[in-house]
């Protein structure tokens, strides 16, 4: 091989994808060198890389979001890669997003490697160098960051017996969350028979559980954007139901489904689960994988017994902890004999969360096709519902106080 050219016709067919996706660089003002390198790596499906001439380093990284930040980049030895190399690093440090930088160039001499290593360059390639020498850069590289990545948290909301109300809740909170938080959550709707939230969110699902469920080895960033529906506040979401009641049966593995969540997590902070059919096999996952499990109940002795239940099986299954369990009493009323502390003593449970009763913000909500953060923000119902949105983000009523007491003294 004594070319780049050989590094791309070495294999056309398309090869297994990386571990994670790959976002990357190639530096240089060789419009041979990009050309055969770009089409070399386009044969992985979640290696994304775009090819920058040296001169247009610096106006990239001005332009550079974090979340763009590349993971790997290939610089040709033909340019002044020293001072490239210490802009790169300057200009990354910031975001202590230092990405491996490989050299690539004609001849890898003693002078040369002395010099990438006190540069910090990751690694140094001779051309010619053999397709399995880049393919191991990059083998390495997506493992890495595979292992670095932080998992979003799950938090699942199941209901104790049907018409709990976890579906309007889930989709109020995941909404919630959206306007609370700088990077959206995705909702999870797993119910395919009785399925709402697209309705509930007045936007149509493009793609179902189901086709996500089919197709998770191939699953990379970009195809997971694809499949997820947007709703106008931000909020990323998945539906369930289809229109065939024949296609509502599932028949999906845990393990395709943990594919799929442990993807999901892999790109958003805060995945949102709307159980409210009650545990199904393939969902399994998402019970051990949650950080809060919310069982929904009403200030009745069938939902209360029927929650002590589900924690029970729960607990058999998975061996969850004790402290994963959370309790929201919806549609709670004082003059109900039922109260608070007797529904924690009945189900060991120390912390519950409580959802007044307000038929009437829930019901024209639900007919205008609004959601009841937008349609009553200022009602108690909402604020009920902000504690528990405010659990799933960390965030205390400490916090918050301070926070409003700063931003008054700054109004100020």
């Not at 997820?228 to 139901?241: D, P, T, W």
């Not at 009745?300 to 729960?314: D, T």
Request: contains cysteine.
């Amino acid at each position: 091989m004594n070319n780049l050219q050989a590094v791309e016709n070495k294999n056309k067919s398309a090869k297994q994808p990386l571990a994670t996706h790959l976002k990357g660089w190639i530096i240089s003002n060789n419009n041979q060198f990009t050309s055969h390198l770009s089409a070399y790596i386009s044969q992985w499906s979640n290696a994304k890389f775009i090819s920058i001439a040296s001169s247009e380093v610096e106006q990239n990284l001005n332009q550079l979001k974090e979340s763009n930040t590349p993971d790997l980049i290939l610089m040709d030895g033909k340019d002044d890669w020293q001072v490239l190399t210490v802009s790169l690093k300057q200009a990354l440090k910031q975001n202590s997003l230092i990405p491996d930088i490989v050299l690539l160039v004609d001849h890898a001499d003693t002078i040369i490697m002395r010099q990438a290593l006190k540069f910090g360059v990751k690694d140094v390639l001779t051309i010619p160098f053999g397709e399995e020498e880049l393919d191991q850069v990059f083998f390495d590289c997506a493992a890495i960051k595979k292992n670095n990545v932080t998992l979003g948290k799950v938090s699942v909301f199941i209901n104790a017996k049907g018409g709990m109300g976890a579906s309007i809740i889930s989709t109020t909170i995941a909404h919630m969350v959206t306007l609370q938080h700088t990077s959206p959550p995705v909702l999870i709707d797993t119910d395919a028979q009785f399925g709402c939230i697209s309705d509930l969110l007045s936007t149509n699902s493009k793609f179902t559980l189901s086709d996500a469920l089919e197709q998770t080895d191939e699953l990379d960033e970009y195809a997971l954007q694809g499949l997820l529906s947007k709703h106008k506040s931000g909020l990323r979401f998945i539906a369930s139901r289809k229109d065939k009641l024949f296609d509502t049966i599932p028949t999906h593995s845990p393990l395709a489904f943990n594919q799929f969540l442990t993807k999901l997590r892999a790109n958003f902070e805060h995945i949102i689960i709307d159980m409210s059919r009650g545990i199904e096999k393939f969902t399994l996952p998402a019970l051990s994988e949650a950080e809060y499990i919310f069982i929904v109940v009403q200030q009745n002795v069938p939902a209360i017994r029927e929650a002590a239940n589900l924690i029970k099986q729960i607990k058999h299954l998975l061996g969850v902890n004790d402290n994963k369990f959370k309790i929201i009493v919806n549609r709670y009323s004082k003059k109900i004999e039922i109260t608070p502390d007797e529904i924690k003593k009945s189900l060991h449970i120390d912390e519950l969360f409580l959802i007044p009763n307000d038929f009437q913000s829930v019901s024209a909500s639900t007919n205008l096709g609004e959601l009841l953060a937008t349609h009553s923000s200022k009602q108690p119902i909402i604020k009920g519902m902000k504690e528990i949105s405010n659990k799933i983000l960390n965030k205390n009523e400490m916090q918050l106080k301070g926070m409003k007491r700063l931003f008054s003294f700054i109004r100020n």
